[in-house]
């Protein structure tokens, strides 16, 4: 289980990532949801995912499908608002930070650094238990 997440409830879970993205193919990776965060009309904002989840049927053919990230935003409010930032330039701006001296980019370098740490753990407990 992904930190701070809880288990999903199907189908309700499902249904919800469905209609809150449109796409039907992820939800045989879903693991849990925030145990905290649910967007203003109390959906989940994200899920985590399964790195490596169960054999499906794509396309007539059996396969495994290696999933890249750990969590997918679903609320359309927040997605919305991270297209926004990044449509205004704010991952250049941090990353100027993330490379720049002093004091602000350490820290700011220590918060990535940490988080970068957490997932990579993260993923290989999910893997080992999967």
Known sequence: QFPGSTPISVPHDLKT???QTNQSSPTNALLGKPSTCQCRHGYPQAYSLDPIPPTQFFKKRKIDRLN???LKLTCPLLVMSV????DDGF???LNAILQADGDEGNEWRKFMDDAHIIHAKTRQTLIAEG
Do not use: A, C, K
Not at 83 to 86: A, F, G, Y
């Open 68 to 70: 890249s990230g750990l």
């Open 91 to 93: 991952m250049r701006e």
């Open 17 to 19: 990532f469905i209609h």
């Open 83 to 86: 297209d926004s930032l990044e």
